[in-house]
C-alpha cells in the first residue's frame, strides 16, 4: 500500500518537473491566453488610433494646401490682371513696374516659404499607456560586502603568486580564473583555492612576437574548441591561443573589450576608433561589421568616447561602457543609435552617476552590473531607473576587504558569486552571494 503511493506521488512529481521544463522551453505559455491577448489587443487597437490620427492630419494638410495654392493662385491672377490692363492703357511708369515685380517676388516667397503651416507635437500621450505590474517581486541578489581574496593581493609584481593590475577575467565552469595581467603582458590561470597562478599566454617580456602579448586588456573562452582569444591591446590585434599555438583573428584593431554570443560571433570594442564590430567566429578576413558607434568620438546617442568593456546578451544587444561619457549604452540588434541604460549624468559620485565605467555584466533579468574605476565600488542599474544602487565597494578607496582600488574586469561564477578585478590592489577579489 505504501509502495503504492510511493508510486503515485513519484508519478506527480515526473509530471510536475515536465510541466516546469515546458514553460522552461515555452515561457510564453504561462498565463500566455490573457495576458498576452490584452498586449496584442492593446497594440492593435493604439495602431488604430495612430493611424487614424495620421490619416486626419493627412487631409488637414492635403485641404489646407490646397487653399493656399488656391490663394496664390488668385493674388497671381489678379497681379496678370494689373499687368494686362497696364498694357492696354499704354500708361506706365518705373513706380508701376516696381510694383510690379515686388508683388511677383512676394508671391513667389510665399510659394515657396509657405508659413501658414507647421507640424506640431504634444508631449502628452493620446494613447492609452501599457506597463506590466506583478505581485511578484524579483529577487534583487545581496552579497557579503567583505570580501575574499582569492588570487594574488601580495603586492605589485611579476611572480606566480603577484598580479600587475588586472583588466579583464574570465571565470570557467571549474571556477578556475583566467586573468589578463596587464603589465606583466602575460593572461595568468588561477585554479580554484590556488596559491598561485600558471601562465597561459605571454610572460615572455612584452613583444609584438606570435608568442608575445603587450598589455592585455580582456581575455575570454571559446567554449566551442576550448581556446583562449585575448584583445592583445598594446599590439592592436586580436589573437587566439590554443595548445600554445597562436592566431591572429583581427588585426589593426585598437581592442579593449571582449564578448561572444550564443550564435557565434565575436564583438570587439575599439576603444580608438569609438565602436563595436561584429565577426561571425571563423571568418576574420573583413572588416567585421559596426553594431554600436563608428560616428566618431562624441556623447551623441550615435556615438561612443572610448569603449572599453562590452557585454551580449541573448537577444544580440550590446552592451558598452562607454567611459569618457561616463554611461553605459545599449544598442539593440541593427539599431542606428543606442539608449542610455546607466549614467550619463557627467561623472560623478552621485547614485545617478557614474564616474570611469569598466567592467560589465547583464544578468538574466536584466540587471546591469558596472565596475566604477573611478568610485571604486561595483553598482547595479536596472534599465529605466533613474539611478543605480552600490552592490559592493563604495566604502572610500584602500585596500580593506570592504574596499577597492579602481574596480576594472567584473564576473559571476555559477552559483552567482561576484568576482572583481581589483586593479590597483593587484588582487582578485571575491563577493560571495548571501542564499
Known sequence: MLKEELNHIINDYDQFKQRINEQKQNPQILQSNSLLKQ???????????????????????????????????????????????????????????????NELIDITQELNNPSNISIQRDSESFINEISISSSRKPKWNKWKQNAITIAAGNGYGQELYQLKSPFGIFIDKKKSILIADFHNHRIVKWKYNGKKGKIIAGGNRYGNQMDELRYPADVIVDQENHSIIIADRGNSRVIEWMNHNQQILIDDIDCHGLAIDKHGFLYVSDWKNNEVRRWKMGEYNNKGIIVAGGNGKGDQLNQLDCPTFIFVDKDQAVYVSDRDNNRVMKWRKDAKKGTIVAGGNAHGEHLNQLYHPQGLIVDHLGQIYVAEWGNDRVVRWCEGKKEGEIVVGGNGRGNHSNQLNHPSGLSFDAEGNLYVADEWNNRIAKFEIIL
Open 39 to 101: 498586449i496584442n489587443q492593446w497594440e492593435i487597437d493604439s495602431i488604430e488610433i495612430i493611424q487614424q490620427r495620421a490619416q486626419n492630419c493627412r487631409e488637414i494638410v492635403i485641404k489646407t494646401s490646397e487653399t493656399f495654392i488656391y490663394d496664390i493662385e488668385t493674388k497671381f491672377n489678379d497681379l496678370c490682371e494689373q499687368i494686362k490692363q497696364i498694357q492696354k492703357e499704354n500708361e506706365f511708369n518705373e513706380i508701376n513696374l516696381n510694383y510690379l515685380t
